[in-house]
């Protein structure tokens, strides 16, 4: 069984940062995918972010340039630096891993970003 717990969340306002951090813990194989994903309200989860066991990285287009994904191996966590937040990057945010062949969630985390 994997555990990943989010923290970080909180309010800010536009163009103000954010860290998200996210720590894996329990029966984990290897150094696996992991990615942030995030759902507003009344829309679908979607990806933001992901990063390879090698390390290689993708965006979604709207926080390529604004979003940056890291990982720490010997802590099993990733992270998720946030500037220059927009309204509309209001969501809660989601760790995901792919341990094993299954796919594991955080809880989540409450992102606002005010106007």
């Known amino acids: 069984q994997v555990r990943l717990v989010e923290s970080g969340g909180g309010l800010v306002q536009a163009g103000g940062s954010l860290r998200l951090s996210c720590a894996a813990s329990g029966s984990i194989f290897s150094i696996n995918p992991m990615a942030w994903y995030r759902q507003a309200p009344g829309k679908q989860r979607e990806l933001v972010a992901a990063i390879t066991s090698v390390g290689s990285t993708n965006y979604a287009d709207s926080v390529k340039g604004r979003f940056t994904i890291a990982r720490d191996r010997a802590k099993r966590a990733v992270y998720l630096q946030m500037n220059s937040l927009k309204p509309e990057d209001t969501a809660v945010y989601y760790c995901?891993?792919?341990?094993?062949?299954?796919?594991?969630w955080g809880q989540g985390t409450q992102v606002t970003v005010s106007s």
């Open positions: 995901n891993m792919v341990n094993g062949g299954l796919t594991y």
